[in-house]
């Protein structure tokens, strides 16, 4: 099993509600990723956590909040969010941090997201 | 800062032909190099990792070459197919903080007409 899989696949949500955003892996990886896509854009890494805790915040508004409740999952919690923050949610996942053949990075499909 | 440029922004070629997709990189001391392909829509797929000791990888139809010295990667794709058609992303793969980073470049988006 190579997957890595987020639910919701769409999420239209308005600028007060409180939504999340999932993602769940099987392959015993220990690192976990949210990156967040724009049209036309490559991805921009947002958090990452290191078994289970939280290594790298790149500088996201706190109306997005991260969650690892165990080493299989990772949330998004989404929470007065603004129409510029529509967007592709990516969730990836990797073993840990050494790039290696045969140890790479596994994304999801992606959550889409819009918010009006 | 390590920076990633991709050229063409998009490319358009017939069915059958073989083409080369080019990926550029500011830091000579790059550390891997890794393709992904993205459908429209949907997550990213890692096609090959060239890691920074190595020169070139294959897989199927793809071959993809590293040269550190001139700062860049070239995917290659033989005998292209409609099912190709997808956005290429070159990236610069690292360890760091225990985690596996990537350092993307604007993709290349590739359409193989029938």
């Known amino acids: 099993d190579t997957e890595v899989t987020q639910t919701p696949k769409h999420l239209v949500m308005g600028m007060t509600n409180k939504k999340s955003l999932k993602c769940e892996q099987h392959m015993g990886h220990r690192a976990m990723y949210w990156y967040k896509q724009k049209a036309k854009k490559p991805p921009e890494l947002m958090f990452v956590?290191?078994?289970?805790?939280?290594?790298i915040n790149e500088s996201v508004p706190s109306r997005f909040s991260p969650e690892c409740p165990n080493s299989s999952l990772l949330n998004l919690h989404l929470h007065a969010l603004q129409p510029e923050d529509s967007a592709l949610y990516l969730c990836a996942s990797s073993r840990g941090g050494l790039v290696l053949s045969g140890n790479t990075i596994y994304f999801g499909e992606g959550s889409w997201l819009t918010v009006v | 800062k390590q920076e990633v440029t991709q050229i063409p922004a998009a490319l358009s070629v017939p069915e059958g032909e073989n083409l080369v997709l080019n990926c550029s990189f500011t830091?000579?001391?790059?550390?891997?190099l890794q393709w992904f392909r993205q459908d429209p829509g949907k997550g990213l797929t890692s096609l090959l990792l060239i890691q920074s000791s190595q020169r070139e990888q294959t897989s199927g139809r793809l071959n993809a070459s590293l040269d550190k010295s001139s700062g860049r990667s070239t995917l290659y794709i033989a005998a292209s197919q409609p099912g190709d058609s997808a956005t290429y992303l070159c990236a610069n793969a690292y360890s760091g903080a225990g985690s596996y980073q990537l350092t993307f470049g604007k993709g290349t988006k590739l359409s193989v007409i029938p």
């Open positions: 956590y290191s078994y289970e805790k939280l290594s």
């Open positions: 830091d000579s001391a790059i550390y891997n």
